[in-house]
């Protein structure tokens, strides 16, 4: 994944003015998460799609797309 298709750091979004001031741990966590969310998102739900369609091919013996 290229820099520029990393999800901004979780401080600099903008945030609600009654959300508590986040520690450095809380911080780290939060960007972690949006990191592994867009991961999982765009490297592993696609890889899934395409191993559905090869399953539905050899059961079926039709290709669906």
Not at 36 to 41: E, K
Request: hydrophobic letters at 35%; charged letters at 15%.
């Amino acid at each position: 994944m290229s820099n520029n298709n990393l999800p901004p750091v979780w401080n600099r979004v903008e945030k609600h003015a009654v959300f508590p001031e986040a520690k450095h741990d809380e911080i780290a966590r939060y960007n972690f998460l949006a990191n592994l969310n867009r991961y999982l998102a765009t490297v592993i739900s696609p890889g899934n799609i395409l191993s559905q369609s090869e399953i539905d091919t050899t059961t079926t013996g039709v290709h669906m797309q």
